[in-house]
């Protein structure tokens, strides 16, 4: 179990991933809003024309990253869906 981004962030890269790379990161406009709660976080994204979401993920231990499990339109939602509340 992670127990911070950064060890989120090292094992993605490890597995040769690029999830949190910068370029990516600022292709999708995309930003680490909270976590990690038992391996999921919270990121948000700006998808063009449409207004910012709010995505749960989960960090598998292999450092990849488990597609989006469900989508908010707010941050405090999507953080609440994470911790499991």
């Known amino acids: ?19 949190f790379s910068p370029d ?3 292709f999708f406009e995309s930003r680490i809003e909270a976590g990690p709660f038992n391996n999921r976080f919270v990121t948000s994204e700006k998808p063009p024309h449409e207004p910012r979401r709010f995505t749960v993920r989960t960090a598998n231990d292999d450092g990849t ?5 469900e989508h908010f339109t707010t941050r405090a939602a999507a953080i609440n869906a994470a911790q499991g509340s």
């Open 24 to 26: 990516t990161m600022r």
């Open 65 to 69: 990253i488990s597609p989006a499990e």
């Open 1 to 19: 179990m992670f127990k911070t981004m950064a060890e989120i962030k090292a094992a993605n890269k490890a597995a040769g991933r690029f999830f």
